[in-house]
């Protein structure tokens, strides 16, 4: 039996990455955790947070969804296992106990290892974290998820990039616009197109089937789907209708849309 690899160090996870990499790094550097991101915001709205409620995030960074989920009224608890991401967590929630009706904590823990009592929750989040953990650690940590879920309860998660625009997709955008004469602009690594460092953090990045997939072995159903930025710039009709097509038409869109979303509750 092979030895299953070993989990990335959370050193990689200092302040330079979460100000400079992590998503919604803009939005908080000019608001400190007040604004969300256009994703993070929409992932955020499928937990339907509600006043009373338990949240817990898992790998909740900079904090800011901790901040938000209190300010409706709900009691927010993050983890984290990067010490510097407790640190930067502490700094906004700190600012707002007291303030805010729900409360809030954090704890430097493993997601493996929830410090948390069985059927605790009513929301669990889960967002830019699945791509961070190799298999064996997103099941191990996904069984904890649902362990700490109350029977009703939901589970939200995002993920990105999807695995199969990089892996199939990227390549043909590539081919295209090099082309068109614009190849210069689209390295052959997807990675350095975007955001490079994730090059070194991200080793198990989804797709809407294998996130079903993985959700379903740990005891979950729900609903996984795929999202991607608005597509909002124009160059010319045919250009413009084959974006369209590709971004909205079964099966191409299962490439080229970017983001994977589920909620889902315990079976």
């Not at 830019?128 to 939200?156: C, I, M, N, S, T």
Request: hydrophobic share 40%; proline share 7%; charged share 25%.
């Amino acid at each position: 039996m092979s030895k299953q690899p070993e989990p990335l160090p959370s050193t990689l996870y200092t302040e330079e990455y979460f100000r400079t990499a992590c998503e919604g790094y803009d939005e908080f550097n000019s608001s400190e955790g007040e604004q969300l991101s256009r994703r993070l915001s929409s992932a955020f709205r499928l937990a339907k947070v509600e006043p009373g409620m338990a949240i817990l995030d898992v790998g909740c960074g900079r904090g800011e969804i901790l901040r938000h989920a209190a300010q409706l009224g709900a009691d927010a608890y993050g983890i984290d296992y990067a010490a510097v991401a407790v640190e930067l967590s502490h700094r906004v929630i700190d600012g707002i106990n007291g303030i805010t009706p729900g409360k809030t904590a954090v704890f430097q823990a493993d997601a493996k290892k929830l410090p948390f009592p069985t059927g605790y929750f009513d929301r669990v989040l889960m967002f830019d974290v699945v791509e961070h953990l190799y298999p064996w650690e997103l099941h191990q940590a996904l069984l904890e998820v649902h362990r700490v879920l109350k029977p009703d309860g939901l589970f939200v998660v995002h993920t990105a990039p999807n695995v199969w625009y990089d892996r199939y997709a990227y390549p043909v955008v590539r081919t295209f616009r090099s082309l068109m004469g614009k190849g210069d602009k689209y390295p052959k690594n997807p990675r350095e197109f975007l955001v490079s460092v994730n090059e070194h953090v991200h080793v198990n990045e989804q797709s809407f089937l294998s996130m079903r997939r993985t959700l379903a072995k740990a005891g979950f159903r729900g609903k996984v789907w795929l999202e991607s930025p608005p597509q909002n710039h124009r160059e010319n009709p045919v250009i413009d209708a084959l974006r369209y097509s590709v971004f909205h038409v079964p099966p191409f869109r299962w490439f080229f849309q970017r983001e994977v979303f589920a909620v889902a509750g315990k079976v």
